[in-house]
Structure formats: C-alpha cells, structure tokens
C-alpha cells in the first residue's frame, strides 16, 4: 500500500513541475526560474517512477494484470 501511495504522489509531483514549466513558458521572461529545470525534474520523476516499478514487479510487491488468455 505503501508504494502505490508513493507512486501516486510522485505522480502529482511530475504533473504539479510540468505546470510549472507551462505557466513560466507561457509567460515568456527569462526570470530567475528557469523553464528546464522543471522539465527535469519532471524526466527524473519519470524514471524512479519507472525503477520503482520495475523493482517492485521483480521483488513481488505488486503483480502485474494477468494475460487475457
């Protein structure tokens, strides 16, 4: 339970830097923020989301849906 509720907040942390990236873009100055480091930040989420998951399928903490057949 644990880890879908991490995974889940990981989740609205990549969505909350990608709107963060959007309003500083649509803005258009070259403030003190700069738009790349929350597209970063978002791809760094992404992939421990990824690691996460993967190392939870190999470990048995969470089974994968079952083929349709």
């Given at each position: 339970?644990?880890?879908k509720i991490?995974?889940?907040?990981?989740?609205i942390f990549m969505v909350f830097n990608?709107?963060?990236a959007m309003k500083i873009m649509?803005?258009?100055?070259n403030g003190?923020?700069?738009m790349t480091k929350f597209i970063g930040r978002?791809?760094?989420t992404s992939f421990i989301i990824i690691l996460l998951l993967?190392?939870?399928?190999?470990?048995?903490?969470?089974?994968p849906n079952p083929p349709p057949y």
């Open positions: 339970m644990f880890l991490l995974i889940i907040c990981l989740l990608l709107f963060r649509l803005k258009g100055d003190s923020e700069s978002r791809v760094l993967i190392i939870a399928v190999a470990m048995g903490w969470i089974t």
